[in-house]
């Protein structure tokens, strides 16, 4: 098995052979699939009872996960509301953004044709950086039961 360094792979972005509209077909139909699901979710109003299923975890324990309120956060923030998406899940209110930039990045480089080489060092540090960000999600989902500003907002 060999064992690559960040002195094996050069630095340099490959350059993508497709046309520019077949590197931006999944950019855009992500965005696509986003703008539906986020356009239905604004006008199916969370907060009422009967229109989505329950959280199981908050069903069968009485506690709440990570994601409880999820779709009642990004109701709010859609319809612009952002003191009760914080209510509801303040992770999808830090993470928002985060996630756009991320969209934004990858469309871009799409459009540039740029296929980034990654290095051994780079794959290593997005791994932990996985991992980390694993944890504090599961440390958020146990903190939020303790502390009751970062509950679900749900009662």
Request: proline residues 6%.
């Amino acid at each position: 098995m060999a064992v690559f360094t960040d002195e094996d792979v050069v630095q340099q972005a490959r350059t993508d052979g497709r046309s520019r509209r077949r590197r931006l077909v999944a950019p855009l139909g992500t965005l696509a699939a986003c703008g539906v699901a986020l356009a239905y979710v604004a006008a199916v109003d969370p907060n009422q009872p009967g229109h989505y299923p329950l959280c199981p975890t908050r069903a069968l324990f009485g506690v709440d996960c990570p994601g409880c309120g999820l779709m009642r956060s990004t109701h709010d923030l859609v319809t612009g509301n952002i003191s009760g998406a914080l209510d509801h899940n303040v992770l999808v209110v830090a993470l928002a953004p985060l996630a756009i930039v991320l969209w934004i990045r990858w469309a871009l480089r799409s459009w540039r044709g740029e296929s980034p080489r990654v290095t051994y060092g780079q794959f290593r540090r997005r791994n932990l950086v996985m991992v980390a960000c694993l944890i504090a999600v599961l440390v958020f989902g146990v903190i939020r039961n303790f502390v009751p500003y970062l509950g679900s907002g749900i009662g």
